[in-house]
């Protein structure tokens, strides 16, 4: 969910909800039931609305237009606070607007990359492994009726969740992470929303057109990645219980002397949880950095030299999990 930039359709009289939600559940799990419908209804369905997203002291207010058509996915989040920012997401490619700095980023979202309200879930079947998931009825979230399901970890390599589905449809309407019963770290809710497709003026940039501009263009940049699907010759020596790699990036990186080098991505998840490891060569005089877990919220980051590499890995689990996962990073022998 959150750090995020955060990080459809007109519903044609409920047609789009009964296509989202007309499907046999493959889990006898009441839980798992609601979590499957929101994993389809935050793709499927057409919405827009705003959402706050609160982690300790950090506030920030995003409006979102999310637009889904059987050949198409489109949606268009806004910053509301702070430093003006958009981000424009047409299927798989992203463009992040930086108005202040002049600036666009492009680059291809990760199949598993999802932001709220959608809910990137993997091995679906196996979450009950790793979590204690409970149906806790009924309640509202921005006028919505809605059923809370919660996630207990049955141990301390990840934190708890919490998700406030919309009744009819499983749209996800709010979520927290938490570390203990009353211990929120990490919290995004919908304020305002409005199911359906949103006007196609609500779709439209407030910045593609002055970046394009040929008199006074914006700097364009462009993140490249590729799949790894070769070994490397790096590893987890132990693996995190419950953790499995997802993914392997090579993505294409600026140095601090200008230089374009490649970075290792490895994405590891439970199917609810995840973090990420990033391997970059040092260059030059470079020392990089090493720190133990620090925190913000429910994110998690620790940096370590390992023969001429910084390492970082960070996500939203536990500062343990990140300990353990920097300690057995290394070359293969």
Not at 67 to 78: D, S, V, W
Not at 291 to 308: C, F, L, N, W
């Amino acid at each position: 969910m959150m750090r995020r930039w955060f990080l459809m359709g007109a519903l044609c009289g409920g047609g789009l909800i009964a296509g989202a939600c007309a499907q046999t559940p493959l889990y006898k799990d009441e839980g798992l039931q609601w979590l499957q419908k929101a994993a389809m209804a935050g793709q499927r369905l057409s919405f827009s609305g705003v959402f706050v997203y609160r982690a300790g002291a950090k506030t920030e207010t995003t409006r979102i237009t999310h637009l889904a058509t059987p050949k198409r996915r489109i949606e268009r989040l806004e910053t509301l606070d702070g430093s003006p920012r958009e981000v424009l997401l047409v299927d798989d490619e992203v463009k992040c607007y930086l108005p202040e700095d002049r600036l666009v980023v492009i680059e291809q979202r990760a199949a598993n990359r999802r932001s709220f309200p959608a809910l990137a879930l993997s091995r679906l079947h196996q979450l009950a492994e790793h979590y204690a998931i409970q149906d806790e009825g009924p309640a509202r979230v921005a006028g919505f009726e809605s059923r809370r399901i919660v996630l207990t970890p049955r141990d301390a390599w990840r934190y708890g969740r919490r998700f406030w589905l919309e009744r009819e449809s499983g749209l996800l309407l709010r979520a927290e992470i938490f570390a203990g019963p009353r211990e929120v770290l990490e919290s995004v809710a919908f304020t305002e929303l409005r199911l359906g497709a949103p006007h196609p003026s609500e779709m439209r940039s407030l910045f593609a057109e002055a970046a394009s501009d040929k008199q006074a263009p914006w700097q364009v940049r462009q993140a490249r990645a590729r799949e790894v699907r070769e070994e490397t010759s790096w590893h987890m020596r132990t693996e995190i219980p419950g953790f499995r790699r997802q993914a392997a990036l090579a993505r294409t990186v600026s140095s601090p002397d200008g230089q374009l080098r490649e970075m290792l991505h490895w994405i590891y998840s439970d199917g609810m949880s995840s973090f990420s490891v990033f391997i970059s060569p040092l260059g030059g005089e470079e020392a990089g950095s090493e720190t133990s877990p620090t925190t913000m919220g429910a994110i998690s980051i620790a940096r370590r030299v390992v023969q001429g590499h910084q390492v970082v890995v960070m996500g939203e689990v536990p500062p343990a999990t990140i300990q353990k996962a920097i300690d057995n990073i290394g070359i293969r022998p």
